[in-house]
């Protein structure tokens, strides 16, 4: 059920750090229970993906380079991890909440997509201006997508699919698990919105394992954080995670 928009930020609220989709579902009358999630069940997620990590990289290492086999194992090992980093949170919101859609916030209005733009905008300009700053002191550098793009270079099908997790799957998924299930859980305990964006930001960076480009990925996640708290729902935040991948998942197509 689509709930109507209301006023943001409510101080009545069924509980503490509730979405505005869940507001405006208890506001007409919708029976809800505080959520049974927390931060554990993150660090659920987070082992999980780790473990589907390591379970879909043994095939990458024995496969041979450049082969067509060896292209569609990275593509399952860029796939397989979210059944742990997405499928955890859509869970336990079933099992222990209210859905997805009201615990996390998942409503889809004109100005949660506008917003959304705006804010993976702002993540764009930031990460260009930092990437120049960090190259200037390393020399050039390459993220972990644009290695996997090389090793697709061969495979117009496979690159194809890994443009689009980069644009649309990742942008969904690391949205659910760090705006949605890590900073929701901080709200519900009462953790100020302004370190829980901190939290979740830095988190957000270091679980990419890519130490040179984490003052990038720190100042992109305060910016999707920022999206988060601004609009009290995780469809602003995974929009902006989308336009700020969006170059990135065309590049990926187009150029490299």
Not at 238 to 256: Q, S
Request: proline residues 5%; hydrophobic residues 55%; positive net charge.
């Amino acid at each position: 059920m689509t709930y109507p928009v209301v006023a943001p930020a409510s101080t009545q609220a069924p509980y503490p750090g509730a979405t505005d989709a869940a507001i405006a579902a208890w506001w007409q009358g919708v029976r809800l229970k505080r959520p049974g999630w927390g931060v554990p069940d993150f660090f659920i997620a987070v082992a999980a993906w780790l473990v589907f990590s390591i379970v879909s990289g043994v095939p990458i290492l024995l496969a041979q380079e450049g082969t067509a086999a060896y292209a569609w194992l990275l593509l399952v090992g860029v796939a397989l991890p979210w059944l742990g980093m997405g499928g955890w949170p859509w869970l336990i919101s079933r099992l222990r909440g209210n859905g997805m859609r009201l615990d996390f916030g998942l409503r889809v209005t004109k100005a949660d997509i506008g917003w959304g733009l705006l804010f993976g905008i702002g993540a764009l300009v930031a990460a260009g201006l930092i990437a120049a700053g960090l190259t200037a002191i390393f020399g050039e550098f390459d993220s972990s997508a644009g290695e996997v793009a090389r090793d697709l270079d061969d495979f117009p099908v496979a690159r194809l699919l890994f443009a689009l997790a980069v644009g649309f799957g990742a942008p969904i998924v690391e949205e659910l698990c760090y705006r949605g299930l890590l900073m929701s859980s901080l709200l519900k305990r009462g953790t100020s919105r302004w370190l829980s964006v901190v939290l979740s930001a830095a988190l957000f960076a270091a679980m990419h394992l890519e130490p040179i480009r984490f003052a990038l990925l720190f100042a992109i996640g305060l910016i999707l954080g920022w999206a988060r708290v601004h609009r009290n729902n995780t469809t602003t935040a995974i929009v902006a995670h989308m336009t700020n991948n969006m170059p990135g998942a065309i590049g990926i197509l187009f150029l490299l």
